[in-house]
């Protein structure tokens, strides 16, 4: 076994190869971009090496830097996890002359399974089922147009040379041929600088299911069963699961069988996955194979209580697989979600942006977590939008499912666009619990599982009031405790008022929409005042910061993050976003132009956040007033120059006192 492995990725797939290599007792390097300097899995390695700017064409695609990286650290062996290089054949072949152990593939096996047409004549050859299609070198339009009116409509334009859904069009009719070639060849030029196009029939519900295969350098190959990933956005997966649903034995071992023979055709080592598309008559077709790690393989590893990584250093170095096919077993379900910076509102487009609050659901021997992030991490336009992946495993199916609501219920994201609740949507969709999905699940149910959000229930208005009700209390008692009379009554916080009901009036907007919300004090609570609605609340907050309310005698959970003025509330399932309408704000927009900042109200400045001269950027914390009781900071209304600070920490101010002046950027 190896001494040192240098890992040439970065996010989940670094860390989680990281902890295979720790539990071996292998010493583990980590290359990284700039951007990287401080990401989980530099922080998680042995050692880590600088590598490039940022965009990925500088570092992670660079191969002389990560094999420079490699001698320089005194690795043997390079591990490229999955994207990147991972199926680069030059990169396997500058591997084996560096002296360098590339853990995968062959690089005759990569190039063989690289290009999808010289794939589909291999499999031909071996007996592998194909879809009907043309797979030939001939490109000529009115040559394409007379094997598509061969092979019939509908019909499946797919770039040779690609994947991930990139030279994709399905084609109903013969007279949408030729413009639906142009746009694929184009987008295949421009993605893989190769145009060539491949036609098969389209299948109109198949599912997507692959077998995940295992050879050693002694002529041992075995298969360790299917995963179904027929739940896909844009050709893109997005849930696994194994064994796949409603799986016969009888045409499991049909496909294994196919995979295994797909694998030997090309002398295959180590882990391969094999891509079948399954129709509804129980026929399958290949599709292609992946010449790696898969993001998915962790389903895998669960059901089957096998390391795949471990197993993949072990072919590597020459050992024999740690298995025989009859020592192979099912046990269980298992279920992985994808967790993406992505906004399913918007066709699932990528989302940039700081992770200001992270949360992922508590380990255990049913959930598992696989990520590289951490909260205060930067989801920048560079890399792939993966946050984390979320697996479930348990004795059958519907307990898989019941975890996978729970996990998905304690995951929490606040800064950017998540993919979270498009996910405990289709959890709970009648035709996924069933089982009954195929490639266009998402598609046919997007009305129910992209559904915009409706209006705010009375339930989350009244929680959201009461978080920042209880946050102000939490805040007040603690500035009373530090007071020479901290049983003042001036430190109060309980809305009395002489001769008046004792409440407080909130304005909560989502959207365009306003809501007041009024909240009478009650010495067990609050009684909340909605339009055409009244009803009791009372509520805690924990030391972790959750809420744990009760809301007109239903007990709940939730969680509240607060920036500034903007609420996001996380409750059963759901994210919502509220507006806080503070009166001590109501100013700034006004003062924004102005270039400087006034006291909306009287208070005291108990901490000034900036110093003359700093440069500021919207948002940025200025400076913190104290008023009625609470603390109010004041961010920046526009990026500029901090001018002048008007006043010190200890300081009382008058309304409209000017506080901060800052001079704008360029003048």
């Known amino acids: 076994m190896f001494d040192c492995l240098l890992i040439a990725n970065r996010g989940e797939i670094a860390c989680r190869i990281i902890a295979t290599a720790k539990r071996l007792g292998i010493r583990t390097v980590a290359v990284h971009s700039e951007a990287d300097r401080q990401s989980r899995h530099v922080r998680l390695a042995d050692e880590a090496v600088l590598i490039g700017p940022p965009p990925a064409r500088d570092s992670y695609l660079r191969i002389d830097k990560i094999i420079a990286a490699a001698t320089r650290s005194g690795a043997q062996a390079i591990h490229p996890g999955y994207g990147f290089l991972a199926e680069n054949a030059e990169f396997a072949r500058a591997c084996e002359t560096?002296?360098?152990?590339?853990?995968?593939?062959?690089?005759?096996?990569?190039?063989?399974?690289?290009?999808?047409?010289?794939?589909?004549?291999?499999?031909?050859?071996?007996?592998?089922?194909?879809?009907?299609?043309?797979?030939?070198?001939?490109?000529?339009?009115?040559?394409?147009?007379?094997?598509?009116?061969?092979?019939?409509?509908?019909?499946?334009?797919?770039?040779?040379?690609?994947?991930?859904?990139?030279?994709?069009?399905?084609?109903?009719?013969?007279?949408?041929?030729?413009?639906?070639?142009?746009?694929?060849?184009?987008?295949?030029?421009?993605?893989?600088?190769?145009?060539?196009?491949?036609?098969?029939?389209?299948?109109?519900?198949?599912?997507?299911?692959?077998?995940?295969?295992?050879?050693?350098?002694?002529?041992?190959?075995?298969?360790?069963?299917?995963?179904?990933?027929?739940?896909?956005?844009?050709?893109?997966?997005?849930?696994?699961?194994?064994?796949?649903?409603?799986?016969?034995?009888?045409?499991?071992?049909?496909?294994?069988?196919?995979?295994?023979?797909?694998?030997?055709?090309?002398?295959?080592?180590?882990?391969?996955?094999?891509e079948f598309l399954l129709d509804e008559d129980g026929s399958f077709y290949f599709m292609e194979m992946n010449t790696r790690l898969q993001v998915e393989h962790p389903v895998t590893e669960l059901i089957s209580g096998q390391d795949l990584v471990a197993w993949q250093l072990q072919v590597a170095a020459g050992e024999p697989l740690p298995c025989r096919q009859n020592e192979l077993s099912i046990a269980g379900h298992a279920i992985e979600v994808r967790l993406y910076a992505e906004d399913p509102q918007r066709d699932f487009l990528p989302a940039t942006g700081r992770l200001e609050h992270l949360r992922l659901p508590a380990i255990s021997s049913n959930v598992r977590v696989d990520t590289g992030i951490q909260q205060g991490d930067t989801i920048s336009i560079h890399y792939d939008p993966l946050l984390a992946k979320l697996i479930v495993h348990a004795a059958e199916r519907r307990q898989a499912l019941q975890w996978l609501r729970r996990g998905l219920d304690a995951t929490e994201v606040v800064g950017l666009a998540c993919n979270r609740d498009f996910l405990r949507r289709v959890c709970d969709n009648a035709e996924f619990v069933a089982g009954d999905i195929d490639t266009g699940f998402i598609e046919r149910h997007r009305d129910q599982l992209l559904s915009s959000q409706q209006q705010p229930s009375a339930e989350q208005l009244a929680l959201a009031a009461l978080y920042v009700l209880l946050q102000r209390h939490q805040e007040a008692k603690a500035r009373a405790e530090q007071t020479a009379e901290p049983t003042s009554p001036w430190n109060d916080t309980s809305g009395w008022r002489l001769n008046s009901d004792n409440h407080h009036r909130l304005l909560l907007r989502d959207s365009d929409q306003e809501y007041v919300v009024i909240l009478h004090y009650r010495p067990d609570g609050y009684l909340v005042e909605l339009p055409g609605s009244t009803f009791t609340a009372r509520g805690e907050l924990t030391t972790d910061g959750e809420l744990l309310a009760t809301i007109d005698g239903h007990r709940c959970r939730a969680r509240v993050i607060q920036q500034g003025l903007e609420l996001t509330l996380i409750v059963s399932g759901e994210t919502r976003s509220l507006h806080l309408a503070d009166p001590l704000y109501g100013l700034l927009d006004q003062q924004a132009a102005a270039g400087s900042l006034s006291a909306p109200m009287p208070g005291k400045i108990i901490a000034i956040h900036i110093a003359s001269g700093a440069r500021v950027n919207v948002g940025d914390p200025l400076l913190t007033l104290e008023a009625m009781k609470m603390e109010h900071t004041i961010n920046a209304p526009k990026s500029g120059e901090v001018s002048e600070i008007y006043f010190q920490v200890g300081e009382m101010v008058e309304e409209g006192a000017q506080l901060i002046a800052i001079a704008s950027e360029g003048g």
Do not use: W
């Not at 031909?124 to 147009?145: I, R, S």
């Not at 009116?149 to 030279?167: D, H, N, Q, T, V």
């Not at 696994?240 to 080592?269: D, F, N, S």
């Open 98 to 274: 560096a002296g360098l152990n590339f853990i995968g593939p062959p690089a005759a096996a990569i190039d063989a399974m690289g290009d999808k047409s010289r794939a589909k004549k291999l499999m031909e050859t071996a007996g592998v089922p194909l879809v009907p299609g043309y797979h030939g070198e001939e490109q000529d339009p009115e040559l394409l147009l007379l094997q598509a009116e061969r092979i019939g409509f509908p019909l499946l334009l797919k770039a040779s040379a690609g994947g991930g859904g990139k030279g994709m069009r399905v084609v109903e009719a013969a007279d949408e041929f030729p413009a639906a070639l142009a746009a694929a060849k184009r987008e295949a030029l421009s993605a893989f600088g190769d145009e060539r196009m491949l036609l098969e029939r389209y299948l109109r519900r198949p599912r997507h299911v692959e077998i995940q295969v295992f050879a050693d350098t002694h002529g041992n190959c075995v298969h360790l069963f299917e995963r179904d990933c027929s739940v896909q956005r844009r050709h893109q997966k997005v849930i696994e699961e194994a064994p796949a649903p409603g799986m016969r034995e009888e045409l499991r071992q049909q496909m294994a069988a196919a995979a295994i023979a797909a694998a030997k055709a090309i002398a295959y080592v180590g882990a391969g996955t094999i």
